[in-house]
């Protein structure tokens, strides 16, 4: 039987990069090697169904054990791909006993110490050698979740019907575009896309993008007193115009902000995108309110050539929002926690996963932890012991779902 670790590390060396400059799902073809992979090894633990479609998602089956009675049917969902914040190809996964202080890789980056990691001495991590991001952020996921159906397909105790989907494409927020709900078939699903041991979540932000086009007036510029208008230093002044401290690096914890995160153009045009982030309906309306007011105060003193436009985008909800009418779907998280040997930690995400758009679609899913840290950078590595507890919590998860009756018995 292959550990969590042992699954990791194979699937870490694999590329599966996602692209923002491609209009296809998968964004990159690299993301089938993993994909047709863990088909092969979940038909080889007896998942006859499993496939992976043309847009690279996987799935598959592990009936149920329990034939007595009706028991719900439970996903396990992870994503395939890696950020493109870093590169993911040639990854170089190596395990080390931490002990204590920064962590040196071997092109001399240096992970630092924090609070958190002094709490962690003795544990094992999963490094890279300062040239990739590792891929935790999801390989991790996957690992953990392959490591579980291989503990559940070898042991006797009851299960429910487990549906396991892993997705390409969630890190430029494509993972569900092609999710089939009604044929995935679940009635709860829990993503494996989080961070340190014991953390579990129920919220997650709810996300917009903005979009301020700024045109302005384009002649010679030795001719250009009074006439010209360059909209990439208008543009400059309204990013200038928004408060320092509603920035992702001034924000924590439930704070709001405005992330400034493209910004391109010339003297005719010019354009930048923003990440509205904010836990509840109050803040994102504000987030729209100071984006709006900074680009037409500014705009006002540019004169009547100047041209603008401001977009939003919504991207996905809070599924904190929806959660909390099958509240069912969070306590059997909370109590698999425990019984895998850890404190239960309800984190919002500062961020976003797949279930918040599964969430919203219908199909309650919260996020469990992985044990991984620095997700998207050459200094993420994996608790190799928090991870182990991710696939305890899984497994402990379908014990406890295989005693409870499907979604409809719930709500009647």
Same mark, same amino acid.
């Given at each position: ?9 194979k699937y870490?060396?694999i ?14 073809? #690299?993301?089938?090697n ?20 043309e847009? #690279?998602?996987v799935t598959a ?8 009675r ?13 950020s #493109?914040?870093?590169s ?7 395990v080390?006993?931490?002990?204590g202080?920064p962590v ?5 980056v240096v992970?630092?110490?924090t ?7 003795g544990?094992h991590?999963v ?7 590792l891929g935790g952020?999801?390989k991790?996921?996957?690992a953990?979740?392959?490591?579980a ?5 070898a042991?006797d ?7 396991? #989907? ?7 927020g494509?993972?569900?575009i092609f ?12 993503t ?14 709810t ?5 301020v086009? =700024?045109?302005?007036?384009d ?15 208008v ?6 115009a ?5 920035t992702p690096?001034?924000?924590?914890g ?7 995160y ?13 990440l509205?982030?904010?836990f509840?309906?109050?803040?994102r309306?504000?987030n ?13 003193t540019?004169?009547? =050539?100047?041209e ?6 919504q991207q996905?909800?809070?599924m904190g929002?929806f ?20 404190e ?8 976003g996963?797949?279930?918040s758009?599964?969430?919203?679609m219908g ?8 044990g991984?840290r620095n997700?998207?950078?050459v ?8 991870h ?9 998860l ?10 409809d018995?719930?709500?009647?």
């Amino acid at each position: 039987m292959k550990t969590p670790l042992e699954r990791f590390l194979k699937y870490a060396r694999i590329e599966t990069t996602s692209s923002e400059e491609t209009t296809t799902t998968p964004s990159a073809d #690299c993301q089938f090697n993993l994909a047709r992979l863990l088909v092969d090894e979940l038909l080889e633990l007896g998942l006859s169904d499993a496939q992976v479609d043309e847009h #690279c998602y996987v799935t598959a089956t592990l009936p149920t054990n329990v034939a007595d009675r009706r028991t719900p049917t439970i996903g396990f969902i992870a994503h395939l791909d890696t950020s #493109c914040a870093a590169s993911g190809a040639n990854v170089n996964p190596r395990v080390i006993e931490y002990q204590g202080g920064p962590v040196k890789l071997e092109n001399g980056v240096v992970i630092a110490e924090t609070e958190e990691m002094k709490t962690l001495v003795g544990d094992h991590f999963v490094v890279t050698d300062g040239t990739t991001l590792l891929g935790g952020d999801d390989k991790a996921g996957v690992a953990a979740i392959m490591a579980a159906l291989e503990r559940l397909t070898a042991s006797d105790a009851p299960r429910p019907t487990i549906r396991v #989907c892993f997705t390409p494409d969630e890190e430029i927020g494509n993972g569900t575009i092609f999710f089939d709900i009604e044929g995935f078939g679940a009635d709860y699903a829990y993503t494996v896309d989080g961070g340190p041991g014991g953390e579990i979540n129920g919220e997650t932000f709810t996300a917009d993008k903005a979009i301020v086009v =700024a045109r302005g007036v384009d002649v010679h510029p030795g001719e250009a007193k009074s006439t010209m208008i360059n909209a990439s230093r208008v543009l400059s002044r309204i990013v200038a115009a928004l408060p320092l401290d509603r920035t992702p690096e001034e924000t924590e914890g439930r704070e709001p902000f405005i992330h400034l995160y493209k910004f391109e153009g010339g003297v005719s045009e010019a354009k930048a995108e923003f990440l509205l982030r904010a836990f509840d309906e109050t803040d994102r309306e504000k987030n729209k309110q100071i984006l709006q007011e900074a680009v037409a105060s500014v705009a006002e003193t540019v004169g009547d =050539a100047f041209e603008y436009k401001v977009d939003f985008v919504q991207q996905y909800l809070n599924m904190g929002y929806f959660l909390k009418e099958t509240p069912e779907v969070l306590d059997v998280l909370e109590e698999a926690t425990k019984r895998a040997g850890l404190e239960p930690k309800w984190v919002p995400i500062r961020g976003g996963t797949d279930g918040s758009r599964l969430t919203e679609m219908g199909l309650p899913t919260p996020n469990l932890f992985t044990g991984g840290r620095n997700f998207h950078s050459v200094m993420e590595f994996l608790d190799v012991e928090e991870h182990e507890k991710a696939t305890e919590t899984l497994v402990e998860l379908a014990k406890l779902w295989s005693a409870k009756g499907p979604r409809d018995a719930v709500k009647s």
